[in-house]
């Protein structure tokens, strides 16, 4: 339910405690995995023109650790930060993310799927973020429709960025 | 921490998969209630009770017809959902614009070290 396609990014909810993005790229995917995990590359795109880039940080090895912020446009400051759980260059890569703007950030983190998928030339990516229990998920979206609202868009990052 | 009631909002409403079954039941047009009972394989007051939830956010209306009372889904209600959605979706749209310009470069990149090899 509640699926949306505007633009050329797919956003659905497969399940209560589910996001699944999807999207294709005009790139082989050694490119994509290449864009995705070098520090440098990501602060070109990461900020999604909707702020600055202040720290990207990847450690990409079992166990190594992320964090990304970024010094959005009439937000302020948002933080995130995971740890990688599995990787299998070019093909898949699972970490967690934790949203450093509520509080037991590392406790609710999502754990995000990341799979890259070849299609010909192409690469077919999607990003599953699973949120740990519908309770985690509930706490920020189900505490009433404004504050529950505002919540949700303070965990999924940018949106209320997106908003402005 | 403190949890809010159940009924509190549209998030909550849909929640549930079983009162999303029924809004996607209702998407295909009105019903009575014997319809969801049926179609959904639950006793009635079960259904009556997601009906009661997701009447309490808008989500669904109800209009007498003779005996019976027929139930609509009224998707204005689940706009904040949707804005949810489509705001997230329009951030990741931008993340993958610029994404794209960099895979652009890296792709000529490649293929100029390539020609030159």
Same mark, same amino acid.
């Given at each position: ?164 | ?55 309490? *956010?808008?989500?669904? $209306?109800?209009?007498?017809? +003779? @005996? ?7 998707? %204005?209600? &689940? =706009?904040?959902?949707?804005?949810? *959605?489509?705001?997230? $979706?329009?951030?990741?749209? +931008? @993340? ?7 895979? %652009?470069? &890296? =792709? ?8 030159? $090899?």
């Amino acid at each position: 339910m509640a699926a949306v396609s505007s633009g050329t990014a797919r956003v659905t909810l497969p399940t209560d405690e589910q996001i699944l993005i999807t999207r294709e790229f005009d790139a082989p995917r050694h490119l994509v995995w290449k864009a995705w995990t070098t520090p440098e590359l990501v602060r070109r795109w990461w900020h999604a023109n909707r702020g600055e880039m202040t720290i990207c940080e990847i450690d990409l090895r079992v166990g190594g650790t992320w964090r990304y912020v970024m010094v959005a446009d009439g937000f302020g400051e948002v933080g995130f930060h995971g740890e990688y759980r599995e990787i299998v260059s070019n093909e898949r890569l699972v970490s967690t993310e934790a949203y450093e703007g509520i509080p037991d950030a590392d406790e609710h983190a999502a754990v995000d799927i990341l799979t890259l998928e070849e299609v010909g030339e192409r690469t077919r990516m999607s990003i599953l973020v699973e949120h740990p229990t519908k309770e985690g998920r509930d706490m920020h979206i189900n505490s009433g429709m404004e504050d529950g609202l505002q919540d949700a868009l303070d965990l999924l990052e940018g949106v209320a960025v997106s908003l402005r | 921490m403190a949890r809010a009631a159940t009924t509190a909002d549209a998030f909550n409403a849909v929640a549930e998969p079983r009162r999303r079954q029924i809004l996607d039941v209702l998407a295909g047009g009105e019903h009575p209630v014997n319809d969801l009972v049926v179609r959904l394989g639950l006793a009635q007051p079960q259904v009556s009770k997601h009906l009661r939830v997701l009447r309490e *956010v808008g989500a669904v $209306e109800v209009r007498g017809v +003779g @005996r019976q009372r027929l139930y609509r889904l009224n998707g %204005e209600a &689940l =706009k904040p959902i949707h804005d949810w *959605v489509s705001g997230y $979706e329009r951030m990741w749209s +931008g @993340r993958f614009d610029e994404l794209d310009v960099v895979l %652009e470069e &890296l =792709k000529e990149k490649e293929a100029e070290d390539g020609s030159s $090899e």
